[in-house]
């Protein structure tokens, strides 16, 4: 599976928008890219996932490099609420869903 | 709907011992796994299961039996409890859209 790559952490202020970077250089084309966060003390939760086009949800945007080898999840006005470990995840449709998590980006957001 | 519910949320045990973590979706779900969860680090899957009846290993599968008699149902069971299987056990299912949906969580501690 093709691996990705993450900040180790990065700090927000509450009510500013926030972009986390990650870069998978060695996508194939059946990759969908997914992101996944993780509350404290709790399970991991879906945020977004896409092919190619930018995609849109209620929790955030997902923004795909043209070449694919780079996506950012954009979480447009960040709350306290959003302070967790972000994971970026590659999964090629019809995998059995196995995910592969590395270590991900922890949110701090600042009041 | 529950969503993936997973019982007992915390439990001690002592070397040699053995117990079953209970993991149940009633979402209709084919597709179920288990992840462990160690300090600082990103999931790894320990078995998974596309159907009912059918199972197999992932990532770290020494030590842990599964079963899958219904869809409903996917308990892990830790067959002898070693302090290496300190940890948190995380439950998932697989949504035909390809959302994987986590259990809150059984954390684990072997003395």
């Known amino acids: 599976d093709a691996k990705t790559t993450q900040p180790n952490s990065m700090e927000s202020n509450e009510e500013e928008p926030v972009h986390l970077p990650c870069n998978h250089s060695?996508?194939?084309?059946?990759?969908?890219i997914h992101w996944y966060r993780q509350l404290p003390s709790q399970g991991p939760e879906y945020v977004i996932h896409?092919?190619?086009s930018n995609v849109n949800n209620r929790m955030a945007s997902l923004a795909i490099a043209e070449d694919r080898k780079s996506s950012t999840l954009i979480l447009h006005r960040a709350t306290l609420r959003d302070a967790a470990v972000y994971y970026c995840?590659?999964?090629?449709?019809?995998?059995?869903?196995?995910?592969?998590f590395g270590k991900g980006t922890k949110l701090s957001v600042k009041p | 709907n529950a969503g993936v519910t997973q019982t007992p949320k915390f439990q001690v045990l002592k070397t040699g011992q053995s117990m079953t973590l209970q993991c149940a979706q009633d979402?209709?779900?084919?597709?179920m796994s288990w992840y462990r969860q160690d300090p600082g680090m990103g999931l790894r899957l320990i078995h998974y299961?596309?159907?009912?009846?059918?199972?197999d290993q992932g990532e770290v599968p020494n030590g842990y039996n599964v079963s899958r008699s219904t869809t409903e149902d996917f308990p892990l069971r830790l067959l002898s409890a070693a302090p290496s299987h300190t940890s948190v056990y995380f439950c998932?299912?697989?949504?035909?859209?390809?959302?994987?949906?986590f259990g809150p969580g059984t954390r684990l501690l072997v003395l």
């Open positions: 896409g092919l190619t």
């Open positions: 998932a299912s697989l949504s035909s859209g390809g959302t994987q949906y």
């Open positions: 979402m209709n779900h084919e597709y």
């Open positions: 299961s596309v159907g009912a009846g059918i199972t």
């Open positions: 060695t996508i194939s084309g059946t990759d969908y």
């Open positions: 995840i590659l999964m090629e449709w019809g995998s059995q869903g196995n995910l592969i």
